[in-house]
C-alpha cells in the first residue's frame, strides 16, 4: 500500500472499506474495549502490567480479524496514527449504531 491520503477524514472511508468483515469488525471492537479496560485498570491498581499489555490486546485483535477474515493487511503498517484513531472513531459508530451507514458511505467513496 503506497501512503496516498493526506488527512484522517479522507483516509477514515478507506479504513472502513478494510473492515466489511462482521467479524473482524467484532475482534476491532473488542481488542479496543480491552483498551480502556486496561488503561483504567493500570490507573486503578498503579500496576504497570495493564499499561504494558495495551498494544498487544489492541493490535493482537485487529490484526488476528485481518489475517483470519478480511484476509488483507492492516492499514496501520504505512498508516499508524490514522489507523489508531480510525479504530476508535469505528469503535465510536459501532456503540452509537452508525456502522452500517458509514460502512455504505464508504463504499460509494473507495471504489
Given at each position: 500500500m503506497e501512503k496516498k491520503y493526506q488527512t484522517f477524514w479522507s483516509f477514515y472511508p478507506y479504513y472502513l472499506t478494510e473492515h466489511k468483515n462482521q467479524v473482524s469488525r467484532t475482534l476491532h471492537f473488542t481488542g479496543t474495549l480491552l483498551?480502556?479496560?486496561?488503561?483504567?485498570?493500570?490507573?486503578?491498581t498503579g500496576k504497570w502490567f495493564w499499561f504494558i499489555i495495551i498494544p498487544l490486546c489492541g493490535y493482537g485483535f485487529a490484526w488476528f480479524g485481518h489475517f483470519f477474515f478480511e484476509k488483507n493487511k492492516p492499514a496501520t503498517f504505512v498508516y499508524p496514527l490514522y489507523s489508531l484513531g480510525s479504530d476508535f472513531v469505528m469503535f465510536w459508530h459501532i456503540i452509537t449504531g452508525q456502522i452500517?451507514?458509514?460502512?455504505?458511505?464508504?463504499?460509494k467513496i473507495v471504489r
Open positions: 483498551i480502556f479496560v486496561c488503561l483504567i485498570l493500570g490507573v486503578i452500517a451507514k458509514k460502512l455504505k458511505d464508504a463504499e
